[in-house]
């Protein structure tokens, strides 16, 4: 069974523009949670969508924002960019919401300049 | 506010040694505890994990152990190898939200 895949696995923006990330979840899986991680900070939770429906957000600014698909895949997106925005986003799936584990992919490296 | 942490940075232990990793955690909703590990360029995988109605969950070299009274988990490798070096990411699950909080991570280095 193929894991969790994200797209493109590196990115550079520049500060201002906007950037989506993408996250194909493992087959059958329909829960898909994102998350941020930085030096020093760990995975930040940023939000998590299950049958096309946003569950749960974390403590992230509007400018971050996200949807699921019927096909369970999902797409994040940042707004605005700012330095700081830059940072691993990884994308987490599980079969149902209330599963107690998660599978992640391998991340989005996102820089900022 | 950091609900889940884990206060050492780093960790070097050598190899066939006990490697003994700490997290800390403030919030009493957690119901469900797991640990990650990452090696550079890839996601968490999971490791471990125990449930809050149990003291120690072992798997192989792996125990987890939960001190509920003092909101603290510990993860022991016994013994250390140097295939374990990896950042070693702490989790509680809410039972309100089904919502993950991560620690910030330790990274383990097993000295050969």
């Known amino acids: 069974k193929a894991g969790v895949t994200q797209t493109p696995r590196y990115l550079i923006k520049t500060r201002g523009q906007q950037v989506t990330l993408s996250c194909s979840p493992i087959?059958?899986?329909?829960?898909v949670s994102w998350y941020q991680q930085t030096p020093g900070q760990g995975l930040q939770f940023l939000f998590e969508?299950?049958?096309?429906?946003?569950?749960n957000k974390g403590n992230f600014p509007g400018r971050f924002s996200g949807r699921q698909f019927s096909n369970s895949r999902s797409e994040m997106n940042v707004s605005t960019l700012e330095l700081g925005d830059s940072a691993l986003y990884l994308c987490?799936?599980?079969?149902?919401?209330?599963?107690?584990?998660?599978?992640f992919g391998p991340g989005t490296r996102l820089t900022v300049t | 506010d950091q609900q889940v942490k884990q206060n050492s940075p780093s960790l070097s232990v050598q190899e066939g040694r006990i490697s003994i990793l700490n997290c800390d955690y403030t919030?009493?909703?957690?119901?469900?505890f797991l640990w990650y590990k990452k090696y550079p360029a890839e996601g968490p995988t999971f490791l471990i994990s125990?449930?809050?109605?149990?003291d120690k969950n072992e798997d192989g070299r792996f125990t987890v152990f939960l001190n509920k009274s003092a909101k603290h988990l510990s993860l022991h490798i016994v013994p250390s190898q140097p295939g374990d070096s990896a950042v070693y990411f702490c989790?509680?699950?809410?039972?309100?939200?089904?919502?993950?909080?991560f620690g910030t991570g330790t990274s383990l280095t097993v000295i050969p």
């Open positions: 989790a509680a699950r809410s039972n309100t939200g089904n919502q993950f909080y």
């Open positions: 919030n009493s909703m957690f119901d469900y």
């Open positions: 987490a799936s599980r079969r149902l919401a209330g599963d107690s584990g998660q599978y």
């Open positions: 969508y299950f049958s096309e429906t946003q569950r």
């Open positions: 125990i449930s809050s109605i149990k």
């Open positions: 087959s059958g899986h329909r829960s």
